[in-house]
């Protein structure tokens, strides 16, 4: 069972640099969620999709950009990294309203 | 607007301890509630949940139950065991919605 897979589980970027993030669920889920997490300051949303072709905005989604072209991906971008966005990115996936969340293993970003 | 507030950490017992951590929320609607658990390294997996009113949600010897008149959802197990150590997330997602919103989260340190 894979769930909900996220690559790559660290990286090291340079402030400027570019990257993306994948997320890949096996689950058939609608819903699917970008967070990051920060010391003391749990999980903030930065962008989700309510189904395939569609994207929205979280609490926090500046310097960031996502798409979901196909409905078991949810990509989420850096165009320019900046020292701030040094996080641990979460990605999730739910099947439709009311129901739980299903998390990938984390990735770790350290922008220098 | 929800939100949801939980007891700061870490908080640290000894094997065998009695564990209380505790939860708030503000909600409109009738939310459903959740537990989190994040062990080291990796992401978030529900622990358990309750959908209405005075349900119980229970797991691996972990209990939570939904008190509307406190607007509450205290997380308890009678007897933790060194393997417990982790960050505990309390979250609600709205009737209707499927945004989690999550607490800032607790750690938990269990020693032997």
């Known amino acids: 069972n894979a769930g909900v897979t996220q690559t790559p589980k660290f990286r090291v970027l340079k402030t400027g640099q570019s990257m993306t993030l994948l997320c890949a669920q096996d689950m058939n889920h609608e819903y699917m969620y970008w967070y990051r997490q920060d010391p003391g300051m749990g999980l903030r949303l930065i962008h989700y999709s309510v189904g395939e072709g569609t994207t929205a905005k979280g609490e926090v989604p500046d310097g960031y950009n996502v798409s979901r072209l196909k409905k078991q991906n949810f990509l989420l971008g850096l165009e320019s990294a900046a020292p701030s966005q040094t996080s641990v990115y979460f990605c999730?996936?739910?099947?439709?309203?009311?129901?739980?969340?299903?998390f990938g293993q984390g990735t770790r970003l350290t922008v220098v | 607007g929800n939100s949801v507030t939980q007891m700061e950490g870490p908080v640290t017992l000894s094997e065998e301890a009695f564990l209380t951590i505790n939860c708030t929320y503000t909600?409109?609607?009738?939310?459903?509630l959740f537990w989190y658990v994040q062990y080291p390294g990796e992401g978030l997996q529900l622990l358990l949940k309750a959908t209405k009113a005075d349900d119980k949600g229970s797991n691996k010897g972990f209990e939570a139950t939904y008190r509307k008149e406190t607007t509450s959802f205290h997380l308890e197990k009678g007897s933790v065991q060194v393997s417990d150590s982790a960050v505990y997330f309390c979250a609600l997602l709205n009737t209707g919605g499927f945004k989690t919103i999550f607490g800032a989260g607790t750690r938990l340190f269990v020693k032997a």
């Open positions: 999730a996936s739910s099947l439709q309203m009311n129901t739980e969340a299903f």
């Open positions: 909600a409109t609607g009738y939310p459903s």
